[in-house]
């Protein structure tokens, strides 16, 4: 849910800008939406990762739940908080790549994180079981965002003059 209204509370600025041609804001300001993003969300995953034991037994610790069930599922919560922050962040760059009419490489992009995701699966499900799938997932959101903010950056910095890039 955050991810999604994050996003399309900032789409139709993404859009314009880009339909401005105003690289040197787009690029300022997914910077400065993406650091809210972190801001927000590691916290948030944070506290899941450190809290998940507590969390599961208030919610599902009763009768036929027990303790080392409380454990193999705060285990899968703890991997999959992981992905929040990289997940939040993708969903926010893959809108800005749509709005530069990127959909080849995010076609492709989407393609090599399914294949990555089945991969990295079938690999840490063998030695970690079910919190194996988890960390999978938040391993391929983090390499999906990555590949996403490296092409928007290097593209927005062959369309930036020189003289006007902002400096990070």
Same mark, same amino acid.
């Given at each position: ?26 690029? +300022? ?9 972190? &801001? ?7 506290? &899941?990762?450190? *809290? ?6 208030? &919610?599902?610790?009763?009768? +036929? *739940?027990? /303790?080392?069930?409380? /454990? ?5 919560? @703890? ?14 760059? %893959?809108?800005?790549?749509? +709005?530069?009419?990127?959909?080849? *490489?995010? &076609?492709? /992009?989407? #393609?090599?994180?399914?294949?990555? =995701?089945?991969?990295? =699966?079938?690999?840490?499900? @063998? ?8 960390? %999978? ?6 390499? %999906?965002? /990555?590949?996403?903010? #490296?092409?928007? *950056? ?15």
């Amino acid at each position: 849910l955050t991810a999604t209204a994050a996003s399309e509370a900032v789409f139709p600025y993404f859009a314009e800008t880009v339909a401005r041609r105003d690289w040197r804001a787009v690029k +300022s300001h997914l910077l400065q939406v993406t650091g809210a993003i972190l &801001l927000f969300a590691l916290p948030l995953a944070l506290v &899941l990762i450190l *809290f998940a034991p507590q969390i599961v037994s208030l &919610l599902f610790e009763r009768g +036929s *739940f027990t /303790a080392a069930d409380t /454990a193999k599922v705060a285990g899968v919560i @703890r991997f999959a908080a992981m992905q929040i922050p990289f997940y939040i962040a993708g969903v926010l760059a %893959s809108r800005v790549a749509i +709005s530069m009419q990127a959909t080849r *490489f995010t &076609l492709v /992009a989407s #393609i090599g994180a399914m294949v990555c =995701n089945a991969g990295f =699966n079938a690999l840490l499900m @063998r030695h970690m079981g079910v919190a194996g799938i988890a960390l %999978s997932t938040a391993f391929v959101h983090l390499l %999906s965002a /990555a590949a996403l903010y #490296i092409y928007l *950056f290097r593209r927005l910095k062959g369309m930036i003059p020189q003289h006007q890039a902002v400096r990070l």
